[in-house]
């Protein structure tokens, strides 16, 4: 089992930014992947940003790359999400998730391939 707890979120205005963070705990030894998900009010949870755990390779959901930089602290068993020039439609629930197993760059986009997740971190960005 692997526990995830995020942290970092909150309300900011529009062009500001937010780090939320991702902290692993259990068998992380195992760990492939490592991503972020958010999920907006009345929307479909949507992929955001992947890191592979070994080697940092990192994939991005197209319409945020540029804005959202993924990153993984290996000694700490945490992965951040620097979020930039936010805007009111960043506004979700943001998670974390972990991947025991092998992903392809594509599949590391899918929410069906992770296997731990936590509970959540709110991002609130005003107008």
């Known amino acids: 089992q692997v526990h995830l707890v995020e942290s970092g979120g909150g309300l900011v205005q529009a062009g500001g930014s937010l780090r939320l963070a991702c902290a692993a705990s259990?068998?992380?030894?195992?760990?492939?992947?490592m991503g972020w998900f958010r999920q907006a009010p009345g929307k479909n949870r949507e992929f955001v940003a992947a890191?592979?755990?070994?080697?940092?390779?990192?994939y991005y959901a197209d319409s945020l790359k540029g804005r959202f930089t993924i990153s993984r602290d290996n000694a700490k068993n945490t992965m951040y999400l620097q979020m930039n020039n936010l805007k009111p439609e960043d506004t979700a629930v943001h998670y974390c998730?972990?991947?025991?197993?092998?992903?392809?760059?594509?599949?590391?986009?899918?929410?069906?391939?992770?296997?731990?997740w936590g509970r959540g971190t709110q991002v609130t960005v005003s107008s």
């Open positions: 890191i592979i755990w070994d080697d940092g390779r990192a």
């Open positions: 259990g068998r992380t030894s195992g760990v492939y992947a």
């Open positions: 998730a972990a991947d025991d197993d092998y992903c392809s760059p594509h599949g590391c986009s899918e929410s069906t391939e992770y296997d731990y």
